[in-house]
């Protein structure tokens, strides 16, 4: 075996691993905390591309370098994008909460209004992004790009950042406890729908820096919207819906998975692996590696 071409692999999957968390957590956020399973988060994450794209290609905004556009871009992104996110969760998921059916339905029509607002706005063509910061780094034979090296860096940092607010901070604790048992949650003074509005705020806002942050390797189209689901769904599932930690620690899971399957074998491979490693898992633990039933679900 080429051991570069393995560790090679081996870092594709934590980067594959680190944008798939990246969806998890608003997905994890939304579904324990508003009872909703968001199905429009993947086109949320490419939104966060677009505005990306927008604000530093199209209009082409210019203070400083390239990688501080860049940056400015983003965290506009962000903010817009995560603001989307608060008026989703006012207008058509409040009143779903709790009816998985309807806020499925709810997030079906979010994803047609966003795929026919952005083919109007900007057309069908994949855009261009371009590189961020060039060139590439020989880590012992192993060779990536300097802008994976980052994104990579930025998706674990941001792992431990939102595994460390909702351990330790309040508002963090509060989300785990609306999302462990809402009525309990409620008695202890905890505002529902400030802790929904705050959940829906934070996965949007990481969704959108998924998406920023990949679009200079995958350009932006909406046809990456639905895989990135996909994966983040598969990931709640293997880890188990209860468990924020377990979530990221199964996205991880996928992104090596994936990775080796596809550089090993063929991309067909990657995803007949992902599909066949939830199969086993559901048949051992049907609420996942390391979750547990949710109240009102």
């Known amino acids: 075996m080429d051991v570069a071409l393995f560790f090679q692999a081996m870092l594709n999957g934590v980067l594959l691993g680190a944008l798939i968390s990246l969806v998890v957590v608003g997905l994890v956020l939304v579904l324990g905390v508003a009872r909703v399973l968001n199905m429009a988060h993947g086109h949320i994450l490419v939104l966060g591309a677009f505005a990306v794209w927008f604000f530093f ?3 082409g905004i210019d ?11 983003l965290v506009l992104g962000m903010f817009i994008v995560g603001a989307l996110g ?11 909460q709790g009816n998985l059916i309807a806020g499925l339905v709810a997030a079906v029509a979010i994803m ?3 795929e026919s ?10 855009k261009i992004v371009g590189a961020v910061w060039a060139g590439s780094t020989d880590f012992f034979g192993v060779v990536m790009s300097n802008w994976r090296w980052v994104v990579m860096a930025v998706g674990l940092a941001l792992m431990a950042g939102v595994a460390l607010y909702m351990q330790r901070s309040k508002l963090g604790r509060a989300m785990r406890a609306s999302a462990s048992d809402p009525e309990a949650a409620s008695l202890q003074g905890i505002n529902p729908i400030t802790v929904s509005r705050l959940a829906m705020f934070i996965g949007c806002s990481l969704a959108a820096i998924g998406g920023g942050v990949m679009a200079p390797i995958y350009g932006v189209d909406l046809a990456v919207a639905m895989p990135w689901i996909l994966k983040g769904i598969l990931a709640i599932v293997i880890g188990g819906p209860g468990s924020l930690g377990g ?3 199964a996205a991880l899971v996928l992104g090596m998975t994936e990775s080796y399957f596809t550089t090993f074998v063929n991309p067909q491979a990657g995803y007949i692996a992902m599909f066949g490693l939830l199969i086993a898992v559901i048949l051992v ?10 109240a009102g679900l």
């Open 63 to 73: 203070v400083g370098s390239k990688a501080v556009n860049f940056l400015l871009a």
């Open 247 to 249: 979530c990221m620690a």
């Open 112 to 114: 047609m209004l966003i």
């Open 86 to 96: 608060i008026v989703l969760e006012r207008v058509p998921f409040r009143r779903f």
């Open 117 to 126: 607002g952005t083919t109007q706005a900007w057309g069908t063509e994949t």
């Open 57 to 59: 290609v199209d209009i």
């Open 285 to 294: 633990k049907p609420w996942g590696l390391f979750g547990r039933p949710m």
